[in-house]
């Protein structure tokens, strides 16, 4: 038996997390650049999205990696490092702060 490829459990994940995102109505979108940047954009319900960095279990991010997402998180951006199923479940079931929505005549 060939052993498998480094960083396949990590791609299986991203398609699983994917999978299930889409099955949910969610929009996902991939990022590729800059070099660093995390994997995906998950455009969650409530407006905020999460922007997440797949690893394998156990795996570490890139310093590169590590910089963009408290970057990201700094500047008040929800992102994260995903290495399991129940973790991505975890932040995806997260019920964002209730958000006050106006209408224009509410501004006049």
Not at 5 to 18: D, F, K, N, Q
Not at 34 to 52: C, E, L, Q, S, Y
Request: net charge positive.
């Amino acid at each position: 038996m060939r052993p498998r490829p480094r960083g396949h459990r990590e791609s299986a994940l991203e398609r699983w997390c994917v999978r299930w995102a889409r099955e949910h109505k969610i929009v996902v979108s991939k990022l590729t650049d800059p070099t660093g940047m995390p994997d995906r954009v998950f455009w969650a319900k409530g407006g905020r999205p999460w922007i997440i960095e797949f690893k394998d279990p156990g795996g570490v991010a890139t310093e590169l990696q590590e910089y963009y997402i408290k970057t990201l998180q700094q500047a008040g951006y929800r992102a994260a490092v995903v290495c399991t199923k129940e973790h991505f479940l975890e932040i995806m079931n997260e019920r964002p702060k209730r958000q006050r929505f106006y209408t224009s005549s509410e501004h006049d």
